[in-house]
């Protein structure tokens, strides 16, 4: 058996080597980057329900669609490029835009019909309420 000495950097070396390809295959990287919008997730379990939070800021609510369908929660909406402002002899967009739709898998006992959303300072939360569960024992009567 032969044994090798563990060199991090090479490890991350590699990683480089095998980035840079992926990039150099996909011509259209950056320009993607910039039409395309994907904001952030939170999720988390409370007591009564599940709270899932997106990031969107400068999204109207109007531009926004929350679904269910065969038990999966979809968000979905547009993000619109702001008027382009083009001073001096520069111009840069760090700002994605575009369509996005982010799909949740819905647990098992939850109340579909009083899921609501609200947004505040530009984050939209989800609140999906958990079916009250009777945790009473039942007496079965033998006929």
């Known amino acids: ?8 950097y090479e490890a991350r070396r590699s990683f480089d ?4 390809l992926m990039q150099s295959l996909d011509p259209v990287r950056e320009e993607t980057a ?3 919008f994907v904001p ?3 999720t988390r379990e409370g007591e009564y329900a599940y709270h899932v939070e997106l990031d969107l800021p400068g999204i109207k609510k109007e531009d926004i669609e929350i679904t269910t369908e065969d038990n999966v929660l ?3 909406g547009e993000r619109k490029m702001k008027e382009e402002i083009n001073e001096d002899a520069y111009y840069k967009v760090e ?4 369509k996005f739709s982010r799909s949740f ?3 098992e006992k939850i109340d579909v019909e009083n899921i609501h959303a609200e947004s505040k300072d530009g984050v939209l939360e989800v609140i999906i309420p958990k079916l009250k569960e009777e945790t009473k024992p039942k007496k079965i009567e033998i006929k």
């Open 17 to 20: 080597l095998l980035n840079t």
């Open 74 to 76: 979809t968000i979905s």
């Open 1 to 8: 058996m032969l044994v090798t000495k563990y060199n991090p």
């Open 40 to 42: 952030r997730v939170n």
């Open 34 to 36: 910039i039409s395309s």
């Open 95 to 98: 700002s994605a835009y575009g």
């Open 105 to 107: 898998t819905l647990p």
